[in-house]
Every structure is written in C-alpha cells, then in structure tokens.
C-alpha cells in the first residue's frame, strides 16, 4: 500500500469514527450537518444547501419583499448557500 493509499485508509477511519462518536453521543449526523436560518427572531435548520430562491420559495416569501444575507453580505437569489454560512432573512420596508 503506498503513502497516499495509507493516507485515504486512515481518513476513512478517522470519518468512520467520528460519525461514530457522534452517534454515541446521541447526536443525528443531519444535525451536524443542517443549514441554519434566522427570520423573524426564530432559527430554521434545512436538511441541505439550497440556493436564496429556493430558500425564500421554502418560506413563500417574495424574493422582492425580502433581501437574504449570508456572512453578512447581502447574495443574489442564484447564490448557493452552504451549512457554514450564517444566513439571516431580512423584510424590506419601504415607504415615504
């Protein structure tokens, strides 16, 4: 077995016994891996990444009412988000 052979050996191990870890504990592994979201002062946990539109069309919220900010910078509805983003739904509010 070659050093890179060894290498990829041992990284399944250590995933196999984290995972494992993990279950031990009594934590579900969608849990560690969930999406968080902030709206309206409660935080949401999505099972997988998804992208701002189909994040605002998860909530059915107009994606002309509402601003989507990950990392605290404002991204476009085709913007993929990820489980390590902080993500916060903003309601825009207008008027004169």
């Known amino acids: 077995m070659c050093s890179t052979q060894r290498a990829a050996a041992s990284g399944a191990y250590f995933l196999r016994s984290t995972a494992r870890a993990f279950f031990d504990i009594g934590w579900p592994l969608c849990y560690l891996i969930a999406m968080k979201v902030a709206w309206e002062g409660k935080v949401y946990e999505m099972e997988k990444p998804l992208t701002v539109g ?35 739904i903003i309601r825009v509010i207008s008027g004169g």
């Not at 509402?66 to 605290?72: K, R």
């Not at 991204?75 to 489980?83: A, F, M, P, R």
Request: proline share 3%.
């Open 54 to 88: 189909q994040l605002l069309e998860r909530f059915s919220l107009n994606p002309e009412a509402h601003i989507v900010v990950a990392n605290e910078k404002l991204v476009t509805e085709d913007c993929k988000l990820s489980h390590e983003d902080n993500i916060r």
